[in-house]
């Protein structure tokens, strides 16, 4: 599978209900992935478009707050990112765990599957893109390789839902996310469990 199809099914491992997504160039291989998911009748977590960001990630902190489970909000490079940091803000303040994913410009620009085929690929690259989020999220990281998905996702959530929980920012290359990775991996069980301090008066 491709590494974004495996990135859906990562989220159906770990419990996530919903993607709220607002996507762009760089999510091509997530739409097939779900395409896919659906020919071949394989469970994944609900996919919800929301045309705002804004709107995205606090429905995620929405359904966290009603539900308990944290969920996944995925959005276009550098633009939608920056539509999310006072959601990611809202969210660190209120210590509500949340996957939070973008795209990034691809690096090359032929060559490799997924690389810059429009000039919007150079105007929206960054130097720097996690830093949008950075100070308000407790862990970023660029998936660099497409076979470390299933470790990154189980990472991020993770770190997401240890003690104290708040969101976490990865971001996402298309010419990974086209990359492809072996299914087996998607089984695994996740390499990274929460840790939770209790805060009993027995145990302070």
């Not at 709107?55 to 707050?65: D, N, P």
């Not at 996310?177 to 996740?190: F, H, K, S």
Request: charged content about 20%; glycine content about 10%; some cysteine.
């Amino acid at each position: 599978m491709t590494a974004g199809a495996a990135l859906l099914s990562r989220f159906s491992a770990l419990g996530v209900d919903c993607v709220f997504a607002n996507s762009g160039t760089d999510f091509p291989p997530v739409i097939e992935g779900l395409s896919e998911a659906e020919a071949e009748g394989m469970s994944l977590p609900r996919t919800v478009t929301v045309p705002f960001e804004s709107a995205a990630i606090g429905m995620a902190h929405g359904y966290t707050l009603a539900t308990g489970k944290p969920q996944a909000v995925m959005v276009h490079t550098n633009v939608g990112l920056a539509n999310v940091a006072m959601g990611a803000i809202n969210a660190a303040c209120d210590n509500i765990p949340m996957l939070v994913f973008s795209g990034r410009t691809p690096t090359l620009e032929k060559g490799r599957l997924g690389a810059r085929s429009v000039p919007i690929g150079w105007g929206q690259e960054m130097l720097d893109q996690a830093s949008l989020v950075r100070e308000a999220t407790k862990w970023d990281y660029e998936l660099r390789f497409p076979e470390q998905v299933f470790d990154v996702t189980d990472r991020a959530h993770g770190i997401a839902t240890s003690t104290p929980k708040g969101p976490v920012y990865v971001s996402l290359p298309r010419e990974v996310l086209c990359e492809t990775v072996p299914a087996e991996g998607a089984l695994r069980r996740p390499q990274m469990r929460a840790y939770r301090r209790c805060r009993c008066r027995h145990c302070g």
